[in-house]
T-cell receptor
C-alpha cells in the first residue's frame, strides 16, 4: 500500500486559494488518488479522486503530475467553513480488498 | 444525496457491557466498513464486509468485536465486554464501485465509563 506524506497543518485566510500537496513516491500503476475532508466529530467526506493530470469538481481541483508521485488538492477561495482535516489516500479497490488507510492528514485552519 | 445513517449518535455504557452500533449503508453499495477514531488520533480501519462475510479485518478487530448484516439493510458492529479504551467515534462506511468512493456515516460516539 502506497505511503503518503502530507504537511501536518496549514493556515490560510478567507478568500485565498489553498494548495495541499501529498507525496506518494511508491504509488502503483493501478492506484487512484483520493482526498477526503473531515470536520470535528464527523465522518470523513469524499472530496475528489483522480488518476492523472487534472480533475475538477464543484468543490476542488486535483493536480497530478505525469510521474504521479505527488498530488495537489486545490481549494479555491476558502471560507471559514473549510477549516477541517484533509486526507490524501492512495490505492485501488479490487473485490473489496482495498482498505482506505488514513494518515494524520493536514489540519487546515482558515482565519477571518 | 444518499447517506449512510448511524444510530445512536452517542452511547454511554458501563465497562464490561455489550453494545451494538447500527448502520444503514447506501442501498446499492456492496462493500461495508467499520472504522474507529479515538479522540485526537487517526481514523483506524476495523473491518470490511462483502457478500455477507468479513473480507478484511485489522488486528484491532479481535474476538471482542463482531459484525452482522441481519436483514439486508442494517449493518451492525457488536462490542462485547467493553473496555475503557473502546471509547471512540465509530464510523460506518460503504463504497460505490463505480468510482471507488466511500461514504461515511456521521458516527457513533461511544463512551465507556
Amino acid at each position: 500500500l502506497a505511503k503518503t506524506t502530507q504537511p501536518i497543518s496549514m493556515d490560510s485566510y478567507e478568500g485565498q486559494e489553498v494548495n495541499i500537496t501529498c507525496s506518494h513516491n511508491n504509488i502503483a500503476t493501478n492506484d487512484y488518488i483520493t482526498w477526503y475532508q473531515q470536520f470535528p466529530s464527523q465522518g470523513p467526506r469524499f472530496i475528489i479522486q483522480g488518476y492523472k493530470t487534472k480533475v475538477t469538481n464543484e468543490v476542488a481541483s486535483l493536480f497530478i503530475p505525469a510521474d504521479r508521485k505527488s498530488s495537489t488538492l486545490s481549494l479555491p477561495r476558502v471560507s471559514l467553513s473549510d477549516t477541517a482535516v484533509y486526507y490524501c489516500l492512495v490505492g485501488v479497490a479490487s473485490g473489496g480488498s482495498y482498505i482506505p488507510t488514513f494518515g494524520r492528514g493536514t489540519s487546515l485552519i482558515v482565519h477571518p | 444525496e444518499p447517506e449512510v445513517t448511524q444510530t445512536p449518535s452517542h452511547q454511554v455504557t458501563q465497562m464490561g457491557q455489550e453494545v451494538i452500533l447500527r448502520c444503514v449503508p447506501i442501498s446499492n453499495h456492496l462493500y461495508f466498513y467499520w472504522y474507529r477514531q479515538i479522540l485526537g488520533q487517526k481514523v483506524e480501519f476495523l473491518v470490511s464486509f462483502y457478500n455477507n462475510e468479513i473480507s478484511e479485518k485489522s488486528e484491532i478487530f479481535d474476538d471482542q468485536f463482531s459484525v452482522e448484516r441481519p436483514d439486508g439493510s442494517n449493518f451492525t458492529l457488536k462490542i462485547r465486554s467493553t473496555k475503557l479504551e473502546d471509547s471512540a467515534m465509530y464510523f460506518c462506511a460503504s463504497m460505490r464501485q463505480a468510482d471507488l468512493s466511500y461514504t461515511f456515516g456521521s458516527g457513533t460516539r461511544l463512551t465507556v465509563v
